[in-house]
Structures are given as C-alpha cells and as structure tokens.
C-alpha cells in the first residue's frame, strides 16, 4: 500500500524529451500524514469539512469577537446623525398668473425641466447662499479639517513667506469657503419621487434643530430664487422693449413727418372718417359733386316736362295754374257769366244794355286769365332755363374735379406707401407699448410654481449609525 501514499505530479510546465513519450521525467512528491489523499471518482466529504471546522472552531470564534468588539466600538463611537426632509412639488412652469383652468390642468411636467430643477436644488450658488444665510461657516461640523490635516505642514522659511505672490489668509479662505460647501453638499440629498412631481429634499447633521433649520431655508431660499429669476427675466424683457420702443417710436415719427411733407408739397388734404381711415377731400368733393348733378337733372327734367306743357298750350294741367286761387276764381265767374249771357241771349239781341255789360265783365275776365297763365308760363320757363343752366354749371364743375381728381390719383400712389409704413411703424409700436404695460404689471404679479408640500420638523432619533444594522 505505499502506493497510496504518493501521488505522482507530471511537471507540464517543463520541456518534454525528445527521446520519446516514455522518457518523459516524472517525480514523487511526498505527502504529510494530515492530508488525506482522495481516490479518483470518490466525491466531497462534508463530514471532513465538519471535521476542519470542529477544529478551527476557536480560532473563527475569536476572530469574530474581535470584528463584532471592533463594529461595536466603532458604532458606538460614532456621533449621532439626524437627517430632515421637506417635500415640494414643482408644478407646471406658467409666467403669467394662472387662470381658473389652468389651476385645474393636469398637464405633465417635462422630464426636462424637473431634472433642471433637481440641479439647481443642488447648485453650488444655492448651497452657498444658505451657508451664508445661517452662518454654517463658524460652525466646526463645517469648517473643522479632516483628520489628515491635523498633521502639522512644514513651515515656510521667513524669507519664502516675505516674498510669497499671493497672500495666506486668502487663500486660506478660499479653501475654507469650498471645504464649507464640499461638507454641506454631501450632506445633501435630492431624491425624486418617482411618477410625480414631487421631490423630497435631505440633510444631515449631528444637530437636529440645524438640520431641519438648513433644509427649510433651502427650500424657502429656491423659492425665492425662483421668483427672482424670473422677475429678472422679466425686468430684462421690460429693458430690451424699452429700448425697442425708443427706435420705433423714432421710426413712426421719421415716416410721419415724410408722409405729411408729401401731402403738403403736393396739396393733398385728406379727412379722418368715422372708422379711422383717411378719405381725401377731391374724392369727398367729386362724391358730392355726382350727387348734385344727379338732383339737378331730376329738376331739369321736372321743369321740361312742364315747360313742353306750356309750349303745347295745355294751360290746364300744369300744377301751378290748376292750383293757382285767382285763376279758380275768375274761372269759376267766367263761367257763371257765360250761362248768364247764354240766357239773356235768347231773349234780347246784342246790343241790349245788360247784354253789353255781361259781355265787358266776360272779356275783362279772359283777358285776367290770359295773363295770370302767361305769368304762370313764363315761370315756368324761367325755373326750366334756371334748372338747365344749373345742370350745366354742375357738370361743368364735375369735369373739372375729376381731372383734379385723377391728377391728385397718381400723386396718392406714393402717398399710400408712405401711408402704409406710417401705418406698420404705428401697430408696432402700439404693440410693443402694450408689451411693455403688461411686463411691467406681471412683473408684480408673478405666481411661484414651487409650492412647499411639508416643511422639515427636528427629527426626534437620529439617522445614523444604525447600531443594529452594523452588528448584523
């Protein structure tokens, strides 16, 4: 049974002979008696593990007293952490002051614009706008140095500090301030609440009140400079159409000025109508000049109808005979005179006296008649003449307009383009004024979209260590 205590190891590792595979060198390596030497195909024996186990057992029970002594005395050395929280949600960005639906919108919030507040909620210039606010620079949580640089440094020689370029204190501020800043944000935590707009805002401190003081005024302080940011954005837009406002503002009286210089070296007068727009007075004047001539050959042809009347020697139906009180009257009495005639000549022969008298009054009458109807006729033919010469003297003055007219037509053609751009520079700058009016009013009027959802109390136990939590 020698066999069994040796093992033969063949070196794969050395160069193989060249006289043949059956000179290949092998060598013996002896064994202790403590090793137990396993058969080939015999599988692992737990009961040789629990045997080695057994053994070492103090061995292992002493290493662990001694780590579990060393976490203990570790934990238990610790200075007690306490961390508090407040929670905000970052609601939809609005400028202006919302309205009732907007409030009631459930719009989402861009993945975009959350991760930009997140980082500004850990910004160096936030961090140290509320270091500066509590003072945490005369704290020694803060500005204590770390344990490797207790050491004492070497000192500079006196010659090396008098010629020094830049000066120690500010340098050593400099590293202070950023030790301050480098300690207060790695006790500052960000954590977003998944599927909402929610973020939950952390620090930790070994002081309670301090912690809860730290991240309520953190929070407070990225409110405020939120507001902030954005009432500068406005001030700025209110600075940029301010100045805008000042060169339009040149530009509208620029063109004004060129549009009225035309119109005078070029006698063109036009009037402001009821709706805001600008008639030119040859137009109006044409317009009302096509309306008389209209009315006076209406009269014309009233006073020819009756003109060709009186040429026709029908007296009767002309309307100021017919109505005339004098000729009804005298008509009325030359007829009660010819009946009476008609009678008396019946009887007696003409030259009977009353005969004679009732044939005087009839003559005496038609010869009143005749007159009073050529004195009708010939005003008639007067306002006939009157009316034609007015019709002449209107399309005469109607002729002589539209040729202003159309002489004044091609001057208005650059008068419009001038008209046009007074009328752009003047929306514009109505435009921007109004711009103006409303930044300045929204610029007190801003709404925060931050709003506080629970503020940090002092927490009552603290966060770290957790002793239970070590040990395990």
């Not at 595979?21 to 058969?39: C, F, K, Q």
């Not at 770390?146 to 050593?172: G, L, M, N």
């Not at 707009?197 to 400079?225: G, I």
């Not at 009347?309 to 009180?325: D, R, S, Y």
């Amino acid at each position: 049974m020698d066999d069994q205590n040796q093992v033969e190891l063949y070196n794969r590792g050395h160069r193989l002979d060249r006289r043949g595979p059956g000179a290949l060198d092998s060598r013996v390596l002896e064994l202790p008696d403590s090793y137990e030497i396993l058969e080939p195909g015999e599988g692992l024996d737990l009961r040789s593990y629990g045997r080695i186990l057994r053994k070492r057992l103090p061995t292992i029970l002493v290493a662990f007293f001694i780590l579990f002594t060393a976490i203990l005395i570790a934990t238990l050395k610790q200075k007690p952490v306490y961390r508090a929280q407040v929670l905000l949600e970052i609601q939809k960005e609005n400028p202006d002051i919302p309205t009732i639906k907007e409030m009631y919108e459930l719009d989402a919030v861009s993945d975009a614009y959350l991760r930009t507040q997140y980082s500004i909620l850990a910004s160096e210039s936030l961090a140290r706008r509320v270091i500066d606010q509590l003072q945490l620079e005369a704290l020694p949580e803060f500005n204590s140095p770390k344990w490797w640089q207790f050491w004492p440094k070497k000192r500079k020689s006196p010659v090396a500090q008098t010629f020094a370029i830049s000066p120690v204190p500010e340098t050593r501020d400099r590293e202070l301030s950023q030790r301050v800043l480098e300690r207060f944000q790695d006790r500052l935590t960000i954590d977003p609440v998944n599927r909402s707009r929610l973020v939950a805002v952390r620090f930790d401190s070994r002081d309670p009140e301090l912690a809860a003081r730290v991240v309520n005024t953190l929070a407070s302080d990225y409110v405020d400079q939120s507001l902030e940011a954005r009432w500068q954005a406005t001030q700025r837009a209110a600075e940029w159409l301010s100045q805008q406002l000042v060169g339009v503002k040149a530009k509208l009286e620029k063109s004004e000025d060129e549009l009225q210089g035309y119109a005078r070296r070029n006698g063109l007068v036009f009037l402001e109508t009821d709706k805001g727009a600008s008639q030119n007075v040859a137009n109006e004047r044409l317009q009302q000049l096509q309306e008389q001539l209209t009315k006076a050959q209406s009269e014309r042809y009233e006073k020819e109808a009756l003109y060709r009347l009186v040429q026709n020697g029908e007296f009767g139906a002309l309307p100021g005979v017919f109505e005339n009180k004098l000729i009804q009257d005298l008509s009325e009495r030359l007829a009660e005179l010819k009946r009476e005639h008609a009678q008396l000549s019946t009887t007696f022969s003409p030259d009977y006296p009353r005969v004679k008298e009732i044939q005087s009054q009839i003559d005496e009458i038609e010869s009143s008649l005749r007159e009073e109807r050529q004195r009708a006729a010939d005003r008639i033919a007067n306002d006939y003449s009157a009316a034609v010469r007015r019709e002449d003297l209107v399309q005469q003055a109607l002729d002589g307009q539209q040729k202003q007219v159309s002489l004044i037509a091609e001057k208005s053609v650059q008068y419009n383009i001038l008209k046009r751009e007074v009328d752009t520079n003047k929306q514009l700058y109505e435009g921007l004024l109004q711009q103006l009016k409303e930044a300045g009013v929204s610029a007190g009027l801003k709404a925060s979209n931050i709003r506080l959802v629970d503020s940090a109390e002092p927490p009552a136990k603290p966060f770290k260590p957790r002793t239970l939590l070590n040990l395990s």
